[in-house]
């Protein structure tokens, strides 16, 4: 039971939603963005949030997209996981969310409910990132296209009064070859011990890496120690710690050390498939 009263609004147009927000922010009301609305209804039910209204984005068409437009992949942000699986138009994206929670679950967690989570996983994002694909953004001043990896920072991309519209991917790029590992502290749907996501583009193998840290990242210092091949990743570890963007979580899942060691073994992983391929 949520112990707070809301409105509720469902906007049909991205300058709907953005006039909406703006007003009921000028009247004084707190206001929170939503697609799927898991977390918020989780969160609300523990207490962890209140507002005073809500804005479900599902009804806004571009949110909705699924499809290739000429040689790029549109992927909108209230697409649900379950659909980006069954689609299979990302074969990477669509490994990454079978993963993620039940099936059940899936059909309501939306794409980007994932990357706009609160919590630290947000693992949705890993092929985005590895794919060099743009976001579109839409706020106030209306709506951007930017490339992804400059826009995040250390696990956001929002400002306040921003939501995510569409991921825009090169159809290229969703047909690389691929690696996804998971590993958890018990069943597999548990959030992750370490989840690694990895594109092999030729010669370069790209790595990005959610659970380890307080935000998922992608690693250009890790892909280019895999790319020197100069020692094994047992004595290439000291560097690999040393070059991560933040300390290793500890908590009630894994120690800071055992996660280390379980991105050891995945890593060594990611180097046996590359090297059978």
Not at 43 to 55: K, S
């Amino acid at each position: 039971m949520i112990a707070f009263n809301f409105a509720y609004y469902q906007p049909v147009s991205i300058n709907e939603a953005i006039s909406l927000y703006k007003d009921l922010k000028t009247s004084g009301k707190s206001v929170y963005y939503f697609s799927g609305g898991t977390e918020f209804i989780s969160r609300a039910r523990r207490n962890e949030i209140t507002c005073d209204a809500v804005i479900d984005i599902k009804g806004i068409p571009e949110t909705n997209l699924l499809e290739w437009d000429s040689d790029h992949l549109v992927t909108g942000a209230s697409c649900s996981l379950s659909s980006i699986v069954n689609e299979g138009l990302f074969p990477l994206l669509g490994k990454v969310a079978k993963e993620i929670a039940t099936q059940t679950e899936r059909n309501k967690i939306t794409l980007g409910g994932n990357i706009a989570s609160n919590l630290p996983y947000k693992e949705a994002i890993l092929p985005f990132l590895l794919a060099d694909s743009d976001i579109v953004i839409a706020s106030e001043k209306g709506t951007k296209q930017q490339p992804i990896n400059a826009m995040y920072n250390k696990g956001r991309l929002l400002q306040d009064g921003e939501f995510i519209v569409q991921f825009i991917t090169k159809q290229r790029l969703t047909t690389l070859p691929f690696i996804h590992i998971r590993r958890t502290k018990q069943s597999s749907v548990n959030y992750p011990v370490v989840s690694l996501a990895a594109l092999q583009d030729r010669k370069e193998t790209r790595i990005a890496i959610s659970g380890l840290t307080n935000y998922p990242f992608r690693s250009t210092e890790i892909e280019n120690l895999l790319q020197t091949k100069e020692s094994s990743i047992e004595n290439m570890m000291d560097r690999v710690i040393e070059v991560l963007p933040e300390s290793a979580v500890l908590d009630f899942q894994a120690t800071e050390e055992y996660r280390h060691f379980v991105l050891q073994t995945i890593l060594n992983e990611v180097l046996s498939m590359k090297g059978a391929s």
